[in-house]
């Protein structure tokens, strides 16, 4: 009898194995794939997500990959060229890009280290019931054989498509249309620092990870998908030169080192995020486009939020288990509500307003203005905090 089954172990299901494990509980965490196998992904970390790694104990590991830190973002659009860094949080200024096969496997190491039992490449085909319906375990196969395992708490970490939303019947309680796909891949002797590119109908972005490699990423709106998905290395070079020059002209100095990746179907949405016995962290439960790279961050804070409610709960009494699930969800939708309305602004790639660009006209004349703009793309400051005396004095 575990008292938490965490299905899926990368950047949602790991952390949570790891904060659920180093309080004392026992945790079993499964995943379909391979150990440090990689996975679709923009990478980026923002600064709250990078703190919640210091937290862990995680993010000297992180540097020690050979991952470099970001402490400088440049943002172009139209005559708009913004460069500075965020004021950051709990003294963390810098964002980091790190490989998933090499993120992930950090933290189910942490997590293993920290108790919890881990068995990879493992196919979850069912949950137990009890006689209420109450979600109490997992059936699946590993290795060639079926098994069954119970526990008080079944948690679904397992991506968009996640398996344990699908049998537990979790509705979508907000849903929107696709907006962009996107390709990308990586780029040897191409210097960069994290850059954002903006044009009506593109996006573009570079990001350095390891092994001193670029990644630099490409979208396009989802009402093009099946024309550029005929010639997508021709359509990815094409946006990179139509959006971002300059960085086009850079990519001739380098060469394009592993296949391109890409995807249509970056969906939009809300589940609902918990019944009796199971709960959906992550991706599973809330899903939108890449487009402003929150996946990653937002997992680490869910993964708080939801250890910290049900860590004084977890061996007790159900009713109480639940109730604090409930307060989970509440504050899931409340907090990631925000920041996906901006996302899907951004992802429809639309001609920016005037309106916007007076403002970050302004913004880019003045350092703090910058810092504290910086600070809103990565999540630390709502909107609001722009506006201070400084900037109105520049509009």
Not at 184 to 191: A, G, L, N, S
Not at 195 to 217: I, M, Q, S
Request: charged letters at 25%; hydrophobic letters at 40%.
């Amino acid at each position: 009898m575990y008292d938490a089954i965490v299905v899926g172990a990368r950047c949602a299901g790991a952390p949570a194995a790891l904060l659920l494990a180093r309080a004392g509980f026992r945790v079993l965490l499964l995943d379909k794939s391979a150990y440090g196998s990689d996975t679709l992904s923009t990478h980026l970390i923002h600064q709250p997500g990078v703190a919640a790694l210091a937290r862990w104990g995680v993010l000297e590991q992180v540097r020690a990959s050979g991952c470099p830190p970001l402490e400088r973002t440049v943002y172009e659009v139209a005559d708009i060229r913004i460069e500075g860094c965020a004021r950051g949080v709990e003294g963390q200024r810098a964002g980091f890009a790190p490989r998933r096969r090499v993120l992930d496997a950090l933290l189910v190491d942490a997590a293993t280290a920290a108790g919890a039992e881990f068995r990879d490449r493992c196919q979850v085909t069912g949950l137990l019931r009890d006689e209420q319906g109450r979600i109490v375990g997992v059936e699946g196969r590993h290795g060639g054989r079926t098994f069954t395992d119970r526990a008080r708490l079944v948690i679904g970490a397992d991506g968009m498509r996640s398996t344990v939303a699908d049998l537990v019947r979790a509705p979508y309680t907000v849903e929107d249309p696709l907006l962009t796909c996107a390709y990308y891949t990586y780029w040897q002797d191409v210097p960069a620092e994290l850059e954002l590119y903006e044009r009506p109908g593109g996006w573009v972005a570079a990001v350095p990870t390891n092994d001193e490699l670029t990644l630099v990423l490409a979208y396009v709106p989802q009402s093009r998908f099946e024309e550029v998905r005929t010639d997508a290395r021709g359509a990815y070079q094409e946006q990179i030169r139509a959006t971002a020059p300059g960085l086009h002209e850079r990519l001739r100095d380098g060469e394009s080192v592993e296949r391109l990746s890409g995807t249509g179907t970056q969906r939009n949405f809300f589940r609902r995020a918990t019944g009796p016995g199971w709960v959906l962290l992550g991706d599973a439960g809330h899903h939108k486009d890449s487009i402003t790279a929150r996946g990653i961050t937002d997992a680490f804070q869910q993964v708080e939020s939801l250890t910290s409610k049900v860590g004084g709960v977890l061996g007790g009494d159900p009713a109480q288990l639940d109730a604090a699930l409930a307060r989970f969800a509440e504050e899931r939708d409340k907090t990631l509500t925000p920041g996906y309305e901006a996302t899907l602004g951004v992802a429809r790639l639309a001609p920016p307003h005037e309106q916007r660009l007076s403002l970050l006209r302004a913004v880019q004349s003045d350092p703090e203005l910058v810092a504290i703009y910086l600070d809103v793309v990565a999540g630390i400051a709502p909107t609001e905090a722009l506006y201070t005396p400084r900037l109105l004095a520049l509009l």
